[in-house]
């Protein structure tokens, strides 16, 4: 198997596209993959000054290494949740990541800006209220710090398995809200998906490609979720008919998400903490005093 | 594990109801689901002339035993698609059932009808060309012989694959035409769905749990097709979180269904047979040109 482009032995196949890449020309591939999903989208003016958010993991590491190639301005934010030795390695892997990238990396620990860590949680869903708290917290270091936008490492196979949930659920409020931005709203810094397109598996595949050295353990609170099994129905369907999941986010995009009412959620500021919240405290303040 | 109504050994445990059943509490359940989906969408009324398109396989002769125990107004019909010994044991499970249902059965013979039976068919799509054929041939049949309704046995499963299909492809004027029921227009007789809410694994477990000696093979030349991948994702999710399919489908019908553009169908009749299409000349027709 030989590279479509150079010719020298390929590194990998990729079946959807009929083309094999090796090292080098898979990185060009994703790069330009992901600098034509942020034009396409419009996710980045040039006067944008972005906070990338860096958990240590593939889809963000591999995030900021391209984002970092495209545009001078982002910064990675990394944020400490306090889950032992996954934290730490993340830690690691976040700082020799942002060094490779010659990009400013910002360090924000949980305990400090909270009170308490991941592991302190004694809820049932503290998945659930780790993802809660990271939104809230990456949105308040991205106001505060001046940021208009956050990039995070969402890929093709996340927002897919997010569709599907929704539409056997039948959310079709979640669902008309799926998209590779959001729009800044008041206190509420627009977030935008450049892996958008960019499939799960190939995110693992660029880190190899370049070098990335990201955390391969998973958090160690993390539970089978529901989307794990989504991702796996997908993955079948995408052996069998490879470009499967690039049509399905392609038809949900250009034909299902124009039919969805386009309800204006009616945003006002938390009683508590002033960030934007649709009641009258948020869901974060919330949380945070059943946590406490 | 004992029988949720009766208390007697369980025959299945039905893990989206939370619940087991024996044989004959299993078959009441099955047909009690039959009934509310007939109602629920208003399928048959009193005074209809049902034909019901019978193939030997699980889910048609599912239908016809339990549309036989609800309604006086069933015929059933069988067409024999000359597909040597698979067609001849169709053939006599369809006999077989319609003794046991003391239902009338009509037998066709595509050969006597058409001039040629699917093994001479050469195309690459046979199976496009024989669901095409059948389609055809039965509401020819049904509109001749003064049948107003076509029961076919689509399940639940037949149906999300389907849906499944038209979400990744993007075709949104299959997806607005998905649904338990259609209407008689002309000489197009409307067809339904009475087996729209079972699944796939309930339609094989109802014909044990009563008796009926339906066909297992099937057909040598059914291709390994994308909806039986679809299939296969989908039980991965029913497996994770049983129900999800009937929450999908109800979700697609209530929810998804409604926002899709309606657009009428301008049918008139086929220059060559009378029959409805949406061009000069019907696909049966064409095809039949083509295969001869």
Chains 1, 2 share one sequence.
Do not use: W
């Not at 980045?44 to 590491?61: N, Q, R, Y």
């Not at 301005?73 to 490779?100: M, T, W």
């Not at 009616?266 to 405290?281: A, Q, R």
């Amino acid at each position: 198997m030989k590279c479509s482009v150079c010719k020298k032995p390929a590194f990998v196949k990729v079946r959807y596209m009929k083309k094999s890449y090796c090292k080098e020309h898979f990185a060009q591939f994703i790069e330009s993959k992901v600098k034509n999903t942020i034009e396409k989208f419009k996710l980045i003016d040039e006067d944008d000054k972005i906070l990338v958010a860096v958990s240590g993991g593939k889809d963000s590491s591999a995030l900021l290494y391209i984002l970092s190639k495209l545009f001078n301005n982002v910064v990675a934010i990394h944020l400490d949740l306090g889950i032992g030795e996954f934290s730490r390695k993340s830690k690691e892997a976040v700082k020799e990541l942002s060094k490779l990238c010659n990009v400013e990396l910002k360090i924000y620990k949980l305990k400090d800006m909270v009170g308490f860590s991941i592991p302190e949680i004694k809820l049932e869903r503290r998945c659930g209220a780790c993802g809660l708290i990271k939104r809230y917290l990456l949105n308040k270091i991205a106001y505060e710090e001046g940021f208009n936008k956050i990039a995070v490492g969402h890929n093709l196979d996340d927002e897919l398995s997010f569709i599907v949930n929704c539409l056997i659920s039948g959310d079709i409020k979640q669902l008309s809200r799926i998209g590779p931005k959001t729009q800044t709203k008041g206190k509420l810094i627009g977030r935008i998906k450049p892996l958008y397109k960019c499939y799960e598996s190939e995110m693992k595949l660029y880190c190899d490609a370049v070098g990335i050295n990201y955390v391969k353990e998973i958090c160690p609170f993390s539970k089978g979720a529901k989307q794990a099994v989504y991702k796996k129905a997908l993955d079948l369907i995408e052996e069998k008919s490879p470009g499967s999941k690039l049509s399905f986010i392609n038809s949900f995009i250009k034909k299902i998400k124009p039919l969805l009412p386009k309800e204006e959620v009616k945003l006002n500021e938390c009683k508590e903490c002033g960030f934007m919240t649709t009641s009258d405290v948020c869901s974060f303040c919330k949380l945070v005093k059943r946590i406490k």
